[in-house]
């Protein structure tokens, strides 16, 4: 199973609202990402957790709040969003001790700030 | 730092064949491609490491040359189903920085 899930598809929140995306992968995978992609774009790495520990935060404003529950899920807590934070949001998850880090995307969800 | 890609775009007919470049400013240790789909999340092509390990993916692989500190993915005999934004990505570990993408057409 090479399957990553990620709830909910489409999310439509105000700036003043709470919410969090889901992600679940099932591959035994130690390594799970979020990233941010916009329209035309490349995907844009936000977190990387490693062994449930966040080991990389690219300088990400503090209204993303990531949390890895167990080795299986990943969460991004949402709060106070800005209508620029408008984008699909990614999740993706790896092996680890490899050397090679290859990623498996989940279908993302498509954030709307309002 | 983000590699560039060449070209931006290319627009192709079913079976001819293709070449996407990805360099790098930076020493290069592995290079990842994927290939995104409109509407759909990146799928996983292949890596390629320093030392010269490569992985193949139907009637596509790709090169890396890493005195060039490039990475060079080919298409050969393109079908419909290869169409989408083709991303190289380059790093370390599990910090990857994707290029800006190459959108490849194909046509009947």
């Known amino acids: 199973d090479t399957e990553v899930t990620q709830t909910p598809k489409h999310l439509v929140m105000g700036m003043t609202n709470k919410k969090s995306l889901k992600c679940e992968q099932h591959?035994?995978?130690?390594?799970m990402y979020w990233y941010k992609q916009k329209a035309k774009k490349p995907p844009e790495l936000m977190f990387v957790?490693?062994?449930?520990?966040?080991?990389i935060n690219e300088s990400v404003p503090s209204r993303f709040s990531p949390e890895c529950p167990n080795s299986s899920l990943l969460n991004l807590h949402l709060h106070a969003l800005q209508p620029e934070d408008s984008a699909l949001y990614l999740c993706?998850?790896?092996?680890?001790?490899?050397?090679?880090?290859?990623?498996?995307f989940g279908p993302g969800t498509r954030l709307t700030v309002t | 730092q983000q590699p560039v890609q060449s070209p931006q775009a290319v627009i192709l007919r079913e079976g001819e064949d293709a070449v996407i470049n990805c360099s790098s400013s930076?020493?290069?240790?592995?290079v990842h491609w994927y290939r995104q789909k409109h509407g759909e999340a990146p799928v996983f092509l292949m890596i390629?490491?320093?030392?010269?390990e490569q992985k193949g993916h139907e009637k596509i692989s790709a090169s890396f040359n890493e005195k060039k500190q490039q990475s060079s993915l080919y298409l050969t005999a393109s079908q419909l189903s290869y169409s989408g934004t083709y991303f190289c990505?380059?790093?370390?570990?599990?910090?990857?920085?994707f290029g800006k993408g190459t959108l490849l057409t194909v046509n009947p």
């Open positions: 993706a998850s790896s092996a680890t001790g490899t050397g090679r880090y290859e990623q498996y």
């Open positions: 591959m035994g995978h130690r390594a």
């Open positions: 957790y490693s062994y449930e520990k966040l080991s």
């Open positions: 930076k020493a290069l240790y592995s």
């Open positions: 390629l490491l320093k030392g010269g």
């Open positions: 990505g380059t790093g370390s570990n599990y910090k990857l920085t």
